[in-house]
Structure formats: structure tokens, C-alpha cells
């Protein structure tokens, strides 16, 4: 699967593109800022519904405009697929499939699959929980519609109780039957969760070691741990346990939403102990083991998004990396770096088809 052609009027500061890429490999090259990572953005944008770095649409939006719209061409599974978003200010974005508008935009989600690397993962590690679990829950989410609807409805159920507890508090008084509609569904979709949650890791520690050791060519032990109350009790006994303190707190204080994921090199937390290099190693090597683990369930070889992920790595550890991508397992792939050398080293390790463009403010110019 991969993209051939994408189109992209006002994405930040991309205001009026169209670029063909390679379905192999793809080299952006250009300074800081020019608006290189802005236009793996688009093509992440056209996958997931959202922006990769800005959360708050209207932030994608180039500053000048009211509007912007993205045009992806898609070669999937021996058709055409063409993909189509628009986000006007103040309205509600529009994604279509062959000019189909979808009524939900869960819909979309998994039918172009894709993993991006970035600087801006260090997240996951220096981050708090939230940012790993939204690393599992995005993964998942790709191939599993049900689980997607699971925690969409987890979420609401969630908001609802925290809700009705601060009432509670407010009005000072306590209704146990009312409270009970929502422990019901949040014991319902939160095992559900749980148990994909579960599986999901135990199938991604040996594939995402494996790569670690690969890339570091050391005897570092490495390892994720999924963290969870319900690995102890039903979620059932465990809000019916947690009411008093639920109560005092006005929240609810167990579930899947305070679940963990664990990162650990050797016996400690890698935030702790891990050097720059070993971070960035473990951080590859978790992407790469995501990539293939959603290939071998989807069917088909995601789009490998790789924004300016070789500085702070040392000449070995690239070249191990670029030893893996070079594969069979791997599809189409964009590549972003400052420095022209760096991108000629990699076209010629790979040798596959490719492309090469300069990204200078904003226009794409294709070199090679």
C-alpha cells in the first residue's frame, strides 16, 4: 500500500502542492522549518483523521487562510483509493473515500495503515502514562474497529461517573442505583479493553526486542510491561472497592484509564537510566516492531514515516536501521534530514527505486 500522489492547498505552511512520490523511498530534504515534517503531517493527516503534532485542528490551518484541503492518491490492495479531507474555520471537517463522505470518522481509521517515527517521540518515554496508553490504544485501533468503539464509549461512560460524582459532592447526596448504570458499563467495555490491551503486548515484546537487539548489536536487556488493576480484580470489584475513595476524590481512581506500559532496560525505567542513544534505539525499535505487527494483521505493508530520526544516533545504529527498512517487510517510505549526504548514504545502502525533494518555505521541488 502506499501513496502516489497528494495534493495540499493552506496545511500550514504548504499553501498550494502537488507532489507524485516514489512507492518505495522518498527523501525530503531541506533546513529546519522549511516545511518538511509539515508534509508527512499531510500524509499521516490523510490516515488517522488528525494531525500527528496539533490536536486542535484550526492549528492546520495556514495562518493567511480559512481553510485548507488534502488530496491523497492511494495504490491499496491492487485498487485506487483517493482520499480527500477539507476543514473550513469554524465548521466541522469533511473526509471522504472516493467521494463518499464518511458518516464517522472512526470508519476511516486502519484502512490506510501507517507508522510514523519522530523526534517528538521521546514523549512516550518522558512523558506520563497517558502518553503510553494512548501509544497502545493507537496501535490497536488500527486494525481493531471494535476496540476503537470499546474506548470511545469507556471514555464517555468515564466522563459521565466523574460527572455524576462531583454532583454528588456539590448536592450532598448519593444515589447508588444511578451510579451503578455507569459501573456497569465501564466494567463491560473496560475488560474488553483490557484484554486486547494484554494480548497486544504480549505479542509486540518479543518482535519489538528482537529489532532492539538488532539495531544496538549489544547485550542490553530491554522490555514493556503492561501495568493494570485488572490484572488483579474484576473492574466490577474494583469501582465497587474504590467508592469511598471516588467519592472524596470526585473522580473514579481505578480502571483501564490509569493502566501503565512500562519501558525498561535492564532491571530500571529506561527514563532513569537510559542514555540519548539507548532512548532513540528503543524508541525506533518500538516503532518498527508496531509496524510489523500491524502488517502482519492488516495484510499489507503500512507507509513508514521516518521525520529527521538518524540525529543523536550513532553511524553503526543507522546503519542497522537502515539495514531493516531495506527489506522485503518494508513498503513505501519518506525519509526527512538537513544534510544531502546523509540522505545519499541511505539511497545507496537501499538501492530501491527513489526520489528525492528540496522543501524550501513551504514549496516542494522535486530533485531526482
Given at each position: ?59 492546520n490551518i495556514n495562518h493567511d487562510e480559512n ?115 455507569w459501573d456497569s458499563q465501564l466494567a463491560d ?180
Amino acid at each position: 500500500m502506499y501513496v502516489e500522489e497528494i495534493s495540499i492547498v493552506n496545511f500550514k505552511n504548504l499553501k498550494d502542492i502537488q507532489v507524485s512520490f516514489s512507492p518505495r523511498l522518498n527523501c525530503l530534504i531541506g533546513n529546519n522549518g522549511a516545511g518538511k515534517t509539515n508534509l508527512l503531517d499531510a500524509v499521516y493527516y490523510l490516515s488517522f483523521c488528525k494531525s500527528f503534532f496539533n490536536s486542535v485542528d484550526q492549528l492546520n490551518i495556514n495562518h493567511d487562510e480559512n481553510f485548507f484541503i488534502l488530496n491523497g492518491n492511494y495504490r491499496r490492495l491492487d485498487s485506487s483509493e483517493v482520499i480527500s479531507c477539507g476543514l473550513q474555520k469554524g465548521q466541522k471537517k469533511q473526509f471522504k473515500r472516493n467521494s463518499k463522505v464518511y458518516k464517522k470518522l472512526m470508519e476511516h481509521i486502519g484502512l490506510l495503515p501507517l507508522v510514523m517515527i519522530t523526534p517528538s517521540d521521546t514523549n512516550l518515554i518522558l512523558g506520563g502514562s497517558d502518553e503510553r496508553r494512548k501509544f497502545m490504544d493507537g496501535v490497536i485501533s488500527q486494525y481493531n474497529q471494535n476496540y476503537l468503539d470499546d474506548l470511545l464509549k469507556y471514555n464517555r461512560a468515564l466522563q459521565q461517573r466523574n460527572n455524576l460524582l462531583k454532583h454528588f459532592s456539590v448536592e450532598r447526596y448519593f444515589d447508588a442505583e444511578l451510579l451503578s448504570i455507569w459501573d456497569s458499563q465501564l466494567a463491560d467495555y473496560g475488560t474488553r479493553i483490557h484484554s486486547e490491551r494484554q494480548v497486544f503486548v504480549e505479542k509486540l515484546v518479543p518482535v519489538f526486542q528482537e529489532y532492539y537487539s538488532f539495531i544496538s548489536q549489544g547485550n542490553e536487556q530491554v522490555g514493556l510491561i503492561h501495568q493494570s488493576d485488572l490484572y488483579e480484580n474484576s473492574l466490577e470489584n474494583l469501582l465497587k472497592e474504590a467508592l469511598p475513595a471516588d467519592r472524596a476524590a470526585q473522580y473514579t481512581t481505578v480502571g483501564i484509564h490509569k493502566d501503565e506500559l512500562v519501558f525498561k532496560i535492564g532491571e530500571y525505567p529506561i527514563k532513569k537510566l537510559g542514555s540519548q542513544g539507548q532512548k532513540k534505539t528503543f524508541l525506533v525499535a518500538l516503532k518498527l516492531a508496531q509496524y510489523e505487527f500491524i502488517r502482519e494483521i492488516a495484510g499489507m505493508t503500512p507507509i513508514l514515516l521516518l521525520d529527521d530520526i538518524f540525529d543523536k544516533l550513532d553511524r553503526h545504529r543507522v546503519e542497522q536501521i537502515v539495514k531493516v527498512v531495506s527489506g522485503d517487510d518494508f513498503g513505501q517510505i519518506f525519509i526527512t534530514d538537513t544534510n544531502r549526504e546523509h540522505l545519499d548514504a541511505i539511497i545507496k545502502k537501499m538501492n530501491a527505486d527513489f526520489r528525492i525533494f528540496k522543501v524550501n518555505s513551504g514549496i516542494v521541488e522535486t530533485l531526482v
